[in-house]
């Protein structure tokens, strides 16, 4: 098993940055394959960034390409997602997901394990 636990959402002004943290434990950090997602209520889980195990390749949607940036330390069993430029259509709630083995995916359902999410708010 795998637990995550996600930290750093909150309110900002657009234009301004967050930083959110997803703690891992439970299993070897650095063979599980990480990705953030989010959610708004009565939506699909859309994919937002993954960082894989194996050489840290990074994926990320058009909408936060150039924007956001995933990271990851595996001594501190911890991935990162630097949000800047924030705007107020990037609102809603992040969930940080794991899966194990090599390769990072844009597909919720290829994911085994989940954050409780952490919101982010983004006025205008």
């Known amino acids: 098993q795998v637990q995550l636990v996600e930290s750093g959402g909150g309110l900002v002004q657009a234009g301004g940055s967050l930083r959110l943290s997803c703690a891992a434990s439970?299993?070897?950090?650095?063979?599980?394959?990480m990705a953030w997602f989010r959610q708004a209520p009565g939506k699909q889980r859309d994919f937002v960034a993954s960082?894989?195990?194996?050489?840290?390749?990074?994926n990320y949607a058009d909408s936060v390409k150039g924007r956001f940036t995933i990271s990851r330390d595996n001594a501190k069993t911890t991935v990162y997602l630097q949000m800047d430029s924030l705007k107020p259509e990037d609102t809603t709630i992040y969930y940080c997901?794991?899966?194990?083995?090599?390769?990072?995916?844009?597909?919720?359902?290829?994911?085994?394990?989940w954050g409780q999410g952490t919101q982010v708010t983004v006025s205008s």
């Open positions: 997901a794991a899966r194990p083995g090599s390769s990072s995916s844009p597909y919720p359902s290829e994911y085994n394990y």
């Open positions: 439970g299993r070897t950090f650095s063979t599980l394959s």
């Open positions: 960082i894989s195990s194996y050489r840290f390749r990074t």
